[in-house]
């Protein structure tokens, strides 16, 4: 343990940046599925420019709103070891969970359609 | 590490794990957090192994074939219920590192480990008898 830091009741100011890690975390899994989307989509633009349409219509703004929300948590989990509060809850989970879900049904539905 | 049950700001969601136990060490609830995270990694790329699957039936040309069609729609599924266990086993652990309980083992693990050796079987198979 380095003695240069600065609280040592808070564990995530030790040497393995746990927030750093986690939030990278975040993004990555938020890039996952932006790249699933994109092969999806190019994927349907062969069958149907309207389905692929439809499809980047919704799917896009919320592959967004993932990659924001995932910043934000990680703003907000700084603040709050900051204040020595609680983390953030699981509400950011449930809606990856959703997503991954909605993922793996639309695309089984594709598989079934085409 | 103070008890934030009685706190009317700790309105976290679910109650189901913030309304048992203590505060973590925030290290093991961030820990936590990123082995859910791997699991969703896990569960999207089993999807696009489904979807990998399908597009070789888009590129043969000749037609869905109903193996590769199977396989695919077993590969899209494993993944939306690795997603749905991913959350579930979040809130578990979650919950076990409130109350200060022992971790419970992984049951999906093996699941998933021994079901990708038979899904890798199963293509290698059908690489040998209809080049796929």
């Known amino acids: 343990m380095g003695s240069e830091v600065p609280d040592e009741r808070h564990g995530p100011w030790d040497p393995g940046l746990q927030i750093e890690r986690t939030t990278l975390a975040w993004l990555r899994t938020g890039l996952t599925f932006v790249v699933g989307l994109m092969v999806l989509l190019r994927l349907l633009v062969h069958r ?8 980047a219509a919704v799917t896009i703004p919320l592959a967004v709103a993932i990659t924001v929300l995932s910043w934000s948590r990680h703003r907000q989990a700084e603040r709050r070891l900051r204040a020595d509060d609680p983390l953030p809850d699981g509400v950011l989970h449930a809606s990856f969970t959703a997503s991954a879900v909605l993922a793996g049904v639309v695309g089984t539905v594709y598989v079934l359609l085409m | 590490m103070a008890s934030e049950n009685d706190d009317p700001a700790c309105k976290r969601w679910p109650h189901r794990i913030y309304g048992v136990g203590n505060e973590p060490d925030p290290r093991f609830t961030l820990a936590n957090e990123r082995t859910f995270l791997a699991w969703i990694r896990t569960a999207l790329a089993l999807m696009a192994a489904g979807v990998g699957v399908e597009a070789l039936n888009a590129a043969a040309g000749t037609g869905p074939d109903p193996l590769r069609t199977s396989l695919a729609v077993l590969l899209l599924l494993a993944g939306v219920v690795c997603s749905i266990a991913a959350f579930g086993r979040w ?12 971790l419970p083992p992984p049951k999906l693990a093996p699941i998933l480990g021994f079901g990708l050796g038979v899904i890798g079987l199963a293509a290698l198979v059908l690489l040998l008898i209809s080049g796929f």
């Open chain 2, 91 to 102: 809130m578990t652990m979650e919950r076990a590192l409130r109350t200060n309980s022992p």
């Open chain 1, 48 to 55: 149907s420019a309207v389905a692929a349409a439809v499809c």
